[in-house]
């Protein structure tokens, strides 16, 4: 089993940072790849940025570099660094664990922490 805790959220004004991070309970980065989703309101879940086991990255389209995911493989922890917050940032952001299994995938979800951008 594998736990994941994600913190760092909160309220920002528009054009501030956050930085998140995620703690796996375990070693998992060698297995697993890792994501950060969001979820708004009426919306459907949307990945945001990917670090693969290889450690290469892929962000969605709408971040335009504002975004950029990490990890410390030492502490077993993923990061996402959030610069010029704007209000259709706000969401719930999910950490995400993804390894391949037959037929598909299997992943491990965080709780969620919740990022409000507004002035």
């Known amino acids: 089993q594998v736990q994941l805790v994600e913190s760092g959220g909160g309220l920002v004004q528009p054009g501030g940072s956050l930085r998140l991070s995620c703690a796996a309970s375990?070693?998992?980065?060698?297995?697993?790849?890792m994501g950060w989703y969001r979820q708004a309101p009426g919306k459907q879940r949307e990945l945001v940025a990917l670090?693969?086991?290889?450690?290469?990255?892929n962000y969605a389209d709408s971040q335009k570099g504002r975004f950029t995911i990490s990890r410390d493989n030492a502490k077993n922890t993923v990061y996402l660094q959030m610069n010029s917050l704007q209000p259709e940032d706000t969401a719930v952001y999910y950490c995400?664990?993804?390894?391949?299994?037959?037929?598909?995938?299997?992943?491990?979800w965080g709780q969620g922490t919740q990022v409000t951008v507004s002035s």
């Open positions: 670090i693969t086991t290889a450690g290469n990255t």
């Open positions: 995400n664990a993804r390894r391949p299994v037959l037929g598909g995938t299997f992943d491990y």
């Open positions: 375990r070693s998992i980065f060698s297995i697993y790849d």
